[in-house]
DNA sequence: AACGATACCGCAAACGTTTGCGGTAATTAT
DNA sequence: ATAATTACCGCAAACGTTTGCGGTATCGTT
């Protein structure tokens, strides 16, 4: 609904100016007189003029909107991407419009069309665990718009990245719990469909090898929630007693199956070592605390919309797409 | 820049009709006739044709767009009542322009200029700590915007309110503590210019005046972050001979008092029961699990979206502001 | 005095969409 | 045959902003 917000053209008729020479007055344009610039822009001041980010966005090609899309917001390392995001953004003078997935392709898709339909500027993408098929970021792409992956990335389409090194983060963390003499180390794995699921497991995988310890299928679990814990509780304390170590593929799915263990009479880490990936605020709070993999969700939210913002600001300049790829540290704590 | 999109001119150039015709026969307009508007629909769909939101947005007046201004979006409550407020949204087809304001009054104030630039349609807003000043507010009021306020509340603006019963929660969780045992509660408490600040205090003065134990001014401190909680550690540790319980005025208040304090000998809850309010993740991942008051940040969220679409898509119904309150649960668990 | 240059402002088109209302041809009623 | 009505489409203005370019008055040079 109207508002009555003044506009430029508002401004001109109680200044009996034209339109055009408002415009130009409050850009201090050298056309327009000195005496003339300051009679408007006083007026401008004192009637709290803002100029309609709408008409200034259709009339420019430019909206100064960056459209996001995560999986789910309230999972921290979602939650701490957009913080990060959100702090370069705004200092940059750029809002967001974010939208989240709920891993469901369907919902990913219309998200993408309506933050296109909005004229965004550019596009930040963790795709969803049940994306399978890529036609809608292809059509965003061929649109010339910036596109950067972020976290969950897709292959099939040519764009910046910003990532974690999955593969090196699980290498460290199975390195030492082999280290701290753990034979059979049970890997809770995500989809292998996801770059870092693969990526997890392959680092897992290459430890065990570069301590020539054979990999055995059946301590491999798809199993990447704490939901996921639950549905396989009986299979997780069936291989309990065999195992001397648990690398899950996140924090939550850790912390989840530390507690199943401990609930059945295991002590962690002297029966089982248990570590994670992600370092939430959660492996703090876990008794014992969690030993897992840092990641850094707030540099890459960070990093991601840098990018984003190089490309927006500089149309021009050729420049072949990166990936950028945050190193994994190791969080030593008292769970393995 | 421009990306080759299509629009109704270039519908209406291909084939020899006017934008006119082919913005109505897109609406299947009577004026219309049958067989011009299978054309143009049909030549529509073939070139992926979507409505520029930014020129509608302008002719409508209406962008079908929330501006929402949160603290901090990393904080899991605030996250879950952005999942909420989202996953309503999105059935409604209204998208979110989500800002944080990092708890800085100035922030706060910039993002929410920035969101009435854009013409949000209406607005979803958690005050700042730091906010003892709400001209911007005002402003944003008297365009007629509607407003709802969220979990931290502005008192001097009259609009539409969704809340926690922080007193009946604070109330509910003191005389639990008094109930089982403990005459000596120390209430960690959150800034007093805040409502949720002064309601829970006042739940728990309540609590204690119902069963007839005086207030005590050195039972009181204001701590509502474990950064404060470090802060405080001092403070805390040589109050604890003397306590017997402790109310804080958050879960991550609690399990970092909690903590403190089983890392300097004080056994949870035999020697001092401790209790939360909020009901995040990690109360269930404390040893020993934390009893709190649960806060429904999901179905908030999704309440302020939802009375907030009702005002914007029923303009002319002049229905007073309300404040709807979300009782507070008591979530009995281990420590208290 | 005449001509050229400059200062200062406004016209009009454009971005993309919608819609009130008018024009014209065909159809229907008298 | 003529008048009235209707179907179907387009013109033009509007939402709010920007900007290329032209008009006019004033000033400076010859």
Redesign the pocket.
Same mark, same amino acid.
């Given at each position: 609904m109207?508002h009555n917000?003044?506009?430029?053209? %508002?401004?001109?008729r109680a200044l009996?100016? +034209?339109? +055009?020479?408002? +415009? #130009?007055? &409050?850009?201090d344009? /050298? %056309?327009? +007189? #000195?005496?003339? =610039?300051a009679r408007v822009q006083a007026f401008a001041r004192s009637v709290n003029? =803002? /100029?309609?980010a &709408?008409? &200034?966005g &259709?009339?420019?090609?430019r909206s100064f909107t960056l459209g996001i899309i995560l999986p789910e917001i309230v999972h921290h390392f979602f939650s701490t991407i957009i913080s990060g995001i959100e702090d370069l953004a705004y200092s940059k003078g750029y809002r967001l419009m974010i939208c989240q997935s709920n891993e469901e392709f369907e919902r990913e898709r219309i998200n993408l069309q309506a933050l296109l339909d909005h004229r965004v500027d550019g596009l930040l993408i963790s795709m969803s665990k049940n994306t399978f098929e890529f036609d809608h970021f292809k059509h965003a792409v061929e649109h010339g718009l910036p596109l950067v992956f972020l976290d969950r990335v897709c292959k099939d389409i040519e764009t910046d990245r910003v990532v974690t090194d999955d593969f090196q983060g699980a290498h460290l963390v199975t390195t030492h719990l082999i280290r701290t003499g753990r034979q059979r180390i049970l890997h809770l794995a995500a989809p292998q469909h996801l770059a870092i699921g693969r990526k997890r497991l392959q680092g897992y995988s290459e430890a065990l090898a570069d301590h020539n310890i054979g990999l055995s299928d059946e301590l491999i679990l798809q199993c990447d929630t704490p939901t996921q814990v639950l549905a396989n509780r009986e299979k997780i304390l069936s291989l309990a007693p065999t195992i001397d170590g648990i690398f899950a593929v996140n924090d939550f799915t850790a912390i989840a199956v530390m507690q199943l263990l401990q609930e059945n009479g295991f002590v962690v880490p002297a029966d089982i070592a248990v570590a994670g990936f992600g370092d939430d605020p959660i492996a703090l709070i876990a008794r014992p605390k969690l030993t897992t993999v840092e990641q850094k969700g707030y540099d890459m939210g960070k990093e991601a919309v840098r990018m984003l913002i190089e490309r927006l600001e500089n149309p021009d300049k050729e420049k072949g797409f990166e990936t950028k790829t945050f190193s994994a540290t190791l969080k030593l704590r008292e769970s393995a």
């Amino acid at each position: 609904m109207k508002h009555n917000i003044t506009s430029i053209n %508002d401004i001109a008729r109680a200044l009996g100016v +034209s339109a +055009s020479t408002v +415009s #130009r007055a &409050l850009k201090d344009h /050298p %056309d327009i +007189s #000195r005496e003339t =610039r300051a009679r408007v822009q006083a007026f401008a001041r004192s009637v709290n003029y =803002r /100029p309609n980010a &709408l008409a &200034l966005g &259709l009339k420019q090609q430019r909206s100064f909107t960056l459209g996001i899309i995560l999986p789910e917001i309230v999972h921290h390392f979602f939650s701490t991407i957009i913080s990060g995001i959100e702090d370069l953004a705004y200092s940059k003078g750029y809002r967001l419009m974010i939208c989240q997935s709920n891993e469901e392709f369907e919902r990913e898709r219309i998200n993408l069309q309506a933050l296109l339909d909005h004229r965004v500027d550019g596009l930040l993408i963790s795709m969803s665990k049940n994306t399978f098929e890529f036609d809608h970021f292809k059509h965003a792409v061929e649109h010339g718009l910036p596109l950067v992956f972020l976290d969950r990335v897709c292959k099939d389409i040519e764009t910046d990245r910003v990532v974690t090194d999955d593969f090196q983060g699980a290498h460290l963390v199975t390195t030492h719990l082999i280290r701290t003499g753990r034979q059979r180390i049970l890997h809770l794995a995500a989809p292998q469909h996801l770059a870092i699921g693969r990526k997890r497991l392959q680092g897992y995988s290459e430890a065990l090898a570069d301590h020539n310890i054979g990999l055995s299928d059946e301590l491999i679990l798809q199993c990447d929630t704490p939901t996921q814990v639950l549905a396989n509780r009986e299979k997780i304390l069936s291989l309990a007693p065999t195992i001397d170590g648990i690398f899950a593929v996140n924090d939550f799915t850790a912390i989840a199956v530390m507690q199943l263990l401990q609930e059945n009479g295991f002590v962690v880490p002297a029966d089982i070592a248990v570590a994670g990936f992600g370092d939430d605020p959660i492996a703090l709070i876990a008794r014992p605390k969690l030993t897992t993999v840092e990641q850094k969700g707030y540099d890459m939210g960070k990093e991601a919309v840098r990018m984003l913002i190089e490309r927006l600001e500089n149309p021009d300049k050729e420049k072949g797409f990166e990936t950028k790829t945050f190193s994994a540290t190791l969080k030593l704590r008292e769970s393995a």
